[in-house]
T-cell receptor, first 112, second 113 residues
Framework: DGGITQSPKYLFRKEGQNVTLSCEQN?????MYWYRQDPGQGLRLIYY???????QKGDIAEGYSVSREKKESFPLTVTSAQKNPTAFYLC???????????FGPGTRLTVL | GESVGLHLPTLSVQEGDNSIINCAYS??????FIWYKQESGKGPQFIID?????DKRQGQRVTVLLNKTVKHLSLQIAATQPGDSAVYFC????????????FGKGTKLSVKP
């Protein structure tokens, strides 16, 4: 079964804790992205990676960190420095600069 | 479930009617455009795309129109069904963006049976 998987679907975090969101793909796409979605707002780019072992900050990278050790995986860590982390997080992949971007099913993070 | 439609423009149509959803894009040099459908609590789903060398592209029950003169994109859905109820948003691919898309905020489509 091909595609993008994100886990967990729902995640609850206490204030002060770091949490890691998983994103895995078997589409053999080079580029991977992390977005944050809040109600009534467009997608906001957190981090992106065009190739393995390289990643760039997006528009709202503060309080987040990523790694890209394998082509298939692009985990996102939400650190305690992120002041308002409750949101819907979406991972996406893209084969090339002019190709369609495909999204995973998302992870809903709630801070208790 | 996750609500992604709060405070968004809403389009309400009767089942069986045609729907037209509009999008104004920002960069006149953008060369690629995508329409997505997002149901509550789910990730966006690709619907149709169009490149800047085209004015119109048709898919199954959907048509995208591109007007580069006024930087306007529209999505037409024929014979709208209850399953079409979702938030729809467009994305543009500006030059020099390293493939990073710019996304619109979206329009919530509500289909009345």
């Amino acid at each position: 079964d091909g595609g993008i998987t994100q886990s967990p679907k729902y995640l609850f975090r206490k204030e002060g804790q770091n949490v890691t969101l998983s994103c895995e793909q078997n589409l053999n796409h080079d580029a991977m992205y992390w977005y944050r979605q809040d109600p009534g707002q467009g997608l906001r780019l957190i981090y992106y990676s065009q190739i393995v072992n390289d990643f760039q900050k997006g528009d709202i990278a503060e309080g987040y960190s990523v790694s890209r050790e394998k082509k298939e995986s692009f985990p996102l860590t939400v650190t305690s420095a992120q002041k308002n982390p409750t949101a819907f997080y979406l991972c996406a992949t893209r084969r090339g600069f002019t190709d369609t971007q495909y999204f995973g099913p998302g992870t809903r993070l709630t801070v208790l | 479930g996750e609500s992604v439609g709060l405070h968004l423009p809403t389009l309400s149509v009767q089942e069986g009617d045609n729907s037209i959803i509009n999008c104004a894009y920002s960069n006149s040099a953008s060369d690629y455009f995508i329409w997505y459908k997002q149901e509550s609590g789910k990730g966006p789903q690709f619907i149709i795309d169009i490149r800047s060398n085209m004015d119109k592209r048709q898919g199954q029950r959907v048509t995208v129109l591109l007007n580069k003169t006024v930087k306007h994109l529209s999505l037409q859905i024929a014979a709208t069904q209850p399953g079409d109820s979702a938030v729809y948003f467009c994305a543009e691919n500006p030059p020099g963006s390293q493939g990073n898309l710019i996304f619109g905020k979206g329009t919530k489509l509500s289909v009345k049976p």
